[in-house]
């Protein structure tokens, strides 16, 4: 760099130096000046310009305003987008409840392990069935199509057991027949799978986000 750009007066210098410079930056970002001489002044140094040090040289230099650019998505990222926008959003809505559901299961599994008498069992499973249906029939209820699997899908993540055979251990073969039957007729399916490391790893993602919600 010429010496033909430097400032012109050591005065209006700093002073340009100490409007350029940020307020906040930390005291060892202000280099030391005492041995750095100031350029030499030229006949045509008649514009003071901002200016930094660089390897022991004062120089010209000022900091730009920041500039955003946007761009469309292509429409194979658009897609994309979408497809994860809206499974986090159908995570966020039914993970609570697979929470939830997922406690209260784990907890009657650990019970009826215990539990010898068919008849205390069948019992103890109608007594916890009321509380579920208690807790989520009118939530659920309002779920679309898609955040039902998605729920199922959790369930199986919580408990370790889809929800085919969650019915089918509480309720009866017939039964979790009858219910599978019924979630095909909604396009749906009782025998979610939940592999995180693979189908399921972009819903793990964001399960392991929600999570940190809770801890």
């Not at 410079?21 to 310009?49: F, K």
């Not at 900091?63 to 650019?69: P, R, T």
């Not at 219910?179 to 396009?187: E, I, K, M, R």
Request: proline share 6%.
């Amino acid at each position: 760099m010429h010496k033909s750009l430097s400032i012109l007066t050591p005065s209006i210098f700093f002073i340009i130096l100490a409007w350029t410079i940020p307020s906040g930056l930390h005291a060892q970002e202000h280099p030391d000046t005492t041995n750095i001489p100031m350029p030499e002044l030229g006949p045509n140094d008649t514009i003071p310009v901002p200016a930094i040090i660089h390897q022991n040289e004062w120089i010209p230099g000022n900091y730009l305003e920041w500039f955003f650019v946007s761009a469309s998505y292509p429409k194979h990222l658009l897609k994309k987008k979408n497809e994860w926008t809206r499974l986090r959003n159908a995570i966020y809505v039914t993970y609570p409840y697979a929470r939830k559901a997922g406690a209260i299961m784990n907890e009657m599994n650990a019970k009826l392990a215990t539990m010898k008498n068919e008849k205390k069992r069948k019992s103890y499973i109608k007594s916890r069935e009321k509380e579920l249906k208690k807790e989520f029939a009118d939530p659920l209820t309002n779920l679309s199509v898609y955040q039902g699997r998605v729920l199922m899908k959790l369930i199986n993540r919580q408990t370790g057991n889809n929800c085919y055979d969650i019915s089918k251990e509480y309720k009866g073969g017939f039964t979790a027949r009858f219910w599978q039957t019924l979630a095909y007729v909604f396009g749906s399916n009782l025998k979610q799978p939940y592999n995180s490391s693979t189908t399921e790893r972009e819903m793990e993602m964001i399960v392991l986000e929600v999570e940190r919600m809770y801890m």
